[in-house]
């Protein structure tokens, strides 16, 4: 079965690619704005903020596989009537950021439940494993196909920026109809209301040692890298940037960055048993900080490329450290509600963070956010390190 959760995933992220490149640079397009330019990011990751506890509650309630269909299902039908609309010369930004904010309030309903669904597929022991093959899956199709992609249709077929996505979107649904024979739902369901099993996933966050600082770590790095990427395209494309990358050359670089992150994704698993996952999750996320100083130091491809080389690596290889622990330490009764509190701390200020990169970059510029973001990143690796500290962490595993 886990064959077709990983072909799903492969669809999906290759989808994810070329929409997470293609709408900025299809924005650019529409205007020059900072501001305007960083609501791309916003409305991609507001549902996150407005959704997450939900589709948390609802993952350990319903059959998690059927929540994962019905939303890549959504998500392709959402994009492939933008992709009509785009075809008749309707597009403009507020239909743009439309499309984005329900194409995200799906992300989270599929996301929350492939995350709770994977342990009921694989044995516990083997789920570092798992979740690095399905990171790969996402690394190549998510970064080296789709950003290549995605800059050659917004040059070439600005429609298929939305056209290609439903198309994937819709195949990933049907992937998993593949995954027969059983149903993928707690053996526990609650009755209480929602409100009941979304305070008792916040509960058991909160009191939670590891997990706590983790998703307090992960809402920090994740909002920094929000504000610092919703304006980072204005610093690396086009004649007006610092950089001065074509919609191609920037497409590249996220293909150098997904070689990294399958590189680290492989071969994580190897370096955590031999450091300590503890060790191995600070080291990669305090390198992924200080790299994203290199392209603002340096504003040149010449340094651009190696960074987001090392970048991809660090940033595969702590995603699988920190969602395989989660994993691990959370009952899988309670998997999706605690996922969905801890994505709600980890991603809910990504559209705040992207909101006040654009606002800041319009005062202060560009160089302002980028070097406030690092700040950030650095702080939380701080915060993350406290928590992880041997008598909190080897017990929550042992657990």
Not at 213 to 236: D, E, K, P, Q, R
Request: glycine content about 10%.
């Amino acid at each position: 079965m886990f064959r077709y959760l990983w072909a799903s995933a492969a669809a999906s992220n290759l989808a994810d690619g070329v929409l997470k490149v293609g709408a900025p640079l299809l924005a650019v397009t529409l205007t020059r704005s900072p501001t305007l330019v960083s609501l791309v990011s916003v409305a991609v990751t507001l549902p996150w903020l407005l959704c997450t506890l939900y589709a948390g509650a609802l993952a350990d309630r319903l059959d998690r596989r059927r929540i994962m269909v019905i939303a890549n299902w959504l998500r392709g039908g959402a994009l492939a009537l933008t992709a009509v609309a785009s075809l008749l010369d309707f597009m403009s930004l507020p239909l743009l950021l439309v499309a984005l904010l329900l194409f995200g309030v799906c992300e989270v309903f599929a996301d929350t439940a492939a995350q709770a669904v994977l342990p009921m597929v694989v044995e516990r022991e083997r789920l570092a494993a798992a979740n690095g093959r399905i990171v790969a899956a996402q690394t190549i199709g998510g970064d080296f196909l789709g950003g290549p992609l995605a800059g050659l249709l917004v040059a070439v077929l600005p429609t298929a920026v939305f056209g290609a996505p439903a198309l994937l979107y819709s195949v990933a649904g049907a992937l998993l109809l593949g995954m027969r024979g059983r149903r993928f739902r707690p053996e526990v369901v609650s009755t209480a209301p929602l409100r009941v099993d979304i305070k008792e996933g916040l509960s058991y966050l909160w009191n939670d040692r590891v997990v706590r600082a983790l998703a307090i770590a992960a809402g920090m790095l994740n909002t920094a890298n929000a504000a610092f990427f919703s304006v980072f395209v204005l610093w690396a494309v086009g004649p007006e940037s610092r950089i001065g990358l074509t919609s191609s050359a920037f497409g590249v670089a996220m293909t150098v960055l997904a070689v990294g992150a399958l590189l680290g994704s492989l071969f994580v698993a190897r370096f955590a048993a031999w450091a300590g996952e503890g060790r191995t999750l600070v080291i990669t996320w305090l390198g992924n900080s200080l790299l994203l100083l290199v392209p603002v130091v340096l504003p040149s491809a010449y340094a651009l490329f190696p960074a987001v080389f090392l970048i991809g690596i660090t940033a595969a290889s702590s995603n699988v450290v920190v969602v395989s622990l989660r994993q691990r330490i959370i009952p899988s009764a309670l998997l999706g509600r605690v996922n969905s509190a801890y994505r709600l701390i980890g991603a809910g200020g990504m559209p705040l963070g992207a909101a006040v990169g654009g606002l800041l970059a319009e005062v202060f510029g560009l160089v302002a956010v980028f070097y406030a973001a690092v700040a950030v990143c650095v702080l939380a690796v701080a915060v993350a390190r406290a928590g992880l500290r041997t008598r909190a962490f080897e017990p929550a595993l042992a657990a």
